[in-house]
């Protein structure tokens, strides 16, 4: 097995220790372990390419002489450079997966159990078997279709987080009128046109009972009897004289006279009610349609992340493109990276959020999203990434949320007439989705006087010389050669004093 690597502080979940088998383990066949080792080691690996054998740079710069330890350009068997030899395996021991390839699962009560399935010895006819699985499932295709995992954010942004055990939910009806936008628009009509029914039928049953109560609907068609709701002869026409009202239709067969008093009251009360509603209704039509949330589809990302190398230093790098012509205004853009990990106390943290450095202390993550730009994350020592090689990408298990937000250029035109509206779009990306050594081509061109877009090549790649070391052994490796350049000035520099 691999030995543990710095990067195992951002790690999903501790490696499982190596234990020693029991007596009774038997001795495998040397022939055919070495013959699988060497099946394994020359699988080509998925979205970048395999490590060179002779050299782990690019070809034109200078190397170093063999020497410092782990960081010997020389290799084992093909190994590269950055990795040291694989220890000596004990007989019989056993082997464990590098990685988890499911979800970042909670870890529960079963602590126990799990130590003593850990500490069982399997048979030996299960450990040839055994140990064939775990080599299928150190495959790439194996890899790519157990790492189907449970999202954090989809690729169009919905955040796959469910709320539940809520139990103060007054709350929400406390903020009646976002709790009403926030509806879907099925549920959304649904309370719009429940609204007035239900007061028009309250009302209308209002009048019917008044007019029941003083008789007006037994005298109907009599001339000398002074009605208070005129025209009204049962729930049907009450309920008509309710809608009339409201609407402020008015037909003029139906109506509320100076007969009494409650008729006057009680038109008044259904008046300022349907105000209300009104206002409160109309209010909330208009936000829901108004609302840029569908700004967001206009919005797009590239589907893929690439690693490579920009300006000598290794760079995280994605796309992002608007459609529409009309603009985002002050454009800013934000990474996050979600990823659980445990303490050094034992605790677990489940989905840990940190922030990627997208440029923010330099200005560079406000947007001038006018034509698709390439949004680059330096992967440095205050990075997460520093660590990371493109081997230890394989067994590694985050997600990284990019967040775009800006104001609708329609809306936001004039600051002082009107706020602009907040647009936000979405993405993630899982680390099956980041190509190593990889580069984003170019689309844009110019014809006839003006730059052209061509969308069908903003999801396209094309593949470059990238080191396949992680960002911290290039930097160890820069220091070495320049501790060596200054040491041989030096030695050069007094060869040619005179004595």
């Known amino acids: 097995p691999r030995p543990p690597t710095d990067t195992s502080r951002y790690g999903t979940f501790p490696q499982k220790p190596d234990l020693p088998a029991g007596p009774g383990a038997l001795v495998e066949d040397g022939g055919q372990q070495a013959a699988a080792t060497a099946a394994k080691r020359d699988t080509p690996m998925p979205n970048y390419p395999s490590a060179p054998r002779h050299s782990s740079f690019v070809p034109g710069e200078r190397s170093l002489p063999p020497s410092r330890g782990s960081l010997t350009t020389q290799h084992h068997r093909g190994r590269p450079s950055w990795c040291p030899p694989p220890a000596p395996q004990e007989v019989g021991a056993r082997l464990y997966p590098l990685h988890a390839l499911s979800v970042a699962n909670i870890p529960n009560s079963s602590r126990g159990k799990t130590s003593a399935r850990s500490s069982t010895v399997p048979t030996p006819e299960g450990l040839q078997s055994r140990r064939c699985k775990l080599l299928e499932e150190d495959s790439p295709t194996v890899q790519a279709g157990k790492r189907q995992r449970q999202r954090y954010v989809t690729k169009v942004g919905k955040c796959q987080v469910n709320l539940g055990n809520i139990q103060d939910k007054k709350r929400f009806l406390s903020d009646i009128f976002t709790t009403i936008v926030d509806l879907k628009y099925r549920w959304f009509l649904f309370v719009f046109m429940m609204c007035y029914i239900v007061t028009w039928v309250v009302f209308g049953f209002i009048y019917f009972l008044d007019a029941w109560v003083r008789g007006d609907i037994g ?22 004289l309710s809608v009339e ?9 139906r109506m509320v006279t100076a007969n009494c008093a409650e008729g006057v009251i009680l038109l008044i009360a259904q008046s300022i009610v349907g105000s209300m509603i009104d206002a409160m209704m109309v209010g909330c039509m208009f936000v829901k349609i108004s609302r840029p949330k569908k700004r967001a589809q206009t919005l797009i990302f590239s589907k893929n992340c690439v690693i490579s190398c920009r300006d000598e230093k290794l760079c995280l790098m994605f796309r992002v493109g608007d459609l529409r012509e009309s603009h985002m205004v002050d454009a800013k853009i934000r ?8 303490t050094a106390e034992g605790e677990f943290i489940p989905l840990e959020q940190s922030e990627l450095n997208l440029g923010y202390d330099t ?6 999203l006018v034509e698709p730009q390439i949004i680059c994350h330096v992967i440095n020592r205050h990075s ?40 936000q779009a979405r993405t993630s990306y899982t680390e099956d989705e980041i190509l ?3 580069r984003f081509e170019p689309c844009m061109s110019l014809e006839k006087g003006a730059f052209q877009v061509d969308y069908s090549r903003f999801e396209m790649t094309f593949e470059v010389q990238t080191p396949a070391a992680s960002a911290k052994e290039l930097h160890e490796l820069k220091e070495l050669e320049q501790q060596e350049h200054s040491t041989l000035s030096l030695y050069w520099d007094h060869l040619l004093q005179p004595c």
């Open 245 to 253: 009202s409201q609407r402020t239709i008015g037909y003029g067969t």
């Open 436 to 438: 190593w050594g990889y």
């Open 219 to 240: 005298h109907q068609g009599d001339p000398e009897w002074q009605a208070c709701i005129e025209n009204v002869d049962g729930f049907v026409s009450a309920l008509l």
């Open 335 to 342: 990474a996050k990276l979600i990823k659980s990990r445990q």
């Open 363 to 368: 200005g560079e993550d406000r947007l001038f």
């Open 384 to 423: 997460p990434f520093w660590d990371m090689s493109a081997e230890s990408l394989r067994r590694e298990q985050f997600e990284i949320i990019i967040i775009l937000e800006g104001i609708v250029e329609a809306t936001g035109k004039c600051r002082c007439l009107a706020a602009g509206m907040t647009c």
